[in-house]
T-cell receptor
Framework: DGGITQSPKYLFRKEGQNVTLSCEQN?????MYWYRQDPGQGLRLIYY???????QKGDIAEGYSVSREKKESFPLTVTSAQKNPTAFYLC?????????????FGPGTRLTVT | AQTVTQSQPEMSVQEAETVTLSCTYD???????LFWYKQPPSRQMILVIR??????QNATENRFSVNFQKAAKSFSLKISDSQLGDAAMYFC????????????FGGGTRLMVKP
């Protein structure tokens, strides 16, 4: 089945450690996105990539980094510079130039930093 | 920059009744898309319905329909014959016509369905 996978579902890290969240899609979508969701709040865009080897900062990119070496993969690294990294992270993809404009979301990763 | 506002943090509805969730947005653009996403307790984001701003006809998807008022910049979601499985967070989202398909989300409305 086509879709987006994020792993792991739950991730625990000590403060000061970098951690990388995985996002893979087999929908053949060009664009991929990372969002952060805090309790009781909406989604905020961290980074997005319209095409392989290119990505742009979203609204809250500080303390995060990404890479897009393959079309299917868009990993997000939460660095020690991110002041409040504990949150729910959602990855999404879309195909902007085709008729369906909506974004498809993965199941998310819950990151807890102590 | 566009903003999306959902003024109802929580709503409740009796099973089989109808409920309307509100969403307003601020934009200077004339062409754009609007979406309603559902996030159940599993936290998976699920697209409920989509509306293109250039279409005057309100979108419908089975029990879900929207009331799109372009001049008022309002995009409400009506859920008819509410079911227990409709209980979730609902997010309104805006997509600019030319903004690389990025979405701006509202803060969400938690819908509770009473049996």
């Amino acid at each position: 089945d086509g879709g987006i996978t994020q792993s792991p579902k739950y991730l625990f890290r000590k403060e000061g450690q970098n951690v990388t969240l995985s996002c893979e899609q087999n929908l053949n979508h060009d664009a991929m996105y990372w969002y952060r969701q805090d309790p009781g709040q909406g989604l905020r865009l961290i980074y997005y990539s319209q095409i392989v080897n290119d990505f742009q900062k979203g609204d809250i990119a500080e303390g995060y980094s990404v890479s897009r070496e393959k079309k299917e993969s868009f990993p997000l690294t939460v660095t020690s510079a991110q002041k409040n990294p504990t949150a729910f992270y959602l990855c999404a993809s879309s195909q902007p130039r085709q008729g369906t404009y909506e974004q498809y979301f993965g199941p998310g990763t819950r990151l807890t930093v102590t | 920059a566009q903003t999306v506002t959902q003024s109802q943090p929580e709503m409740s509805v009796q099973e089989a009744e109808t409920v309307t969730l509100s969403c307003t947005y601020d934009t200077s653009e004339s062409d754009y898309y609007l979406f309603w996403y559902k996030q159940p307790p599993s936290r998976q984001m699920i697209l409920v319905i989509r509306q293109e701003a250039y279409k005057q006809q309100n979108a419908t998807e089975n029990r879900f329909s929207v009331n799109f008022q372009k001049a008022a910049k309002s995009f409400s979601l009506k859920i008819s014959d509410s079911q227990l499985g409709d209980a979730a967070m609902y997010f309104c989202a805006y997509r600019s016509w030319n903004a690389g398909n990025m979405l701006t989300f509202g803060g969400g409305t938690r819908l509770m369905v009473k049996p």
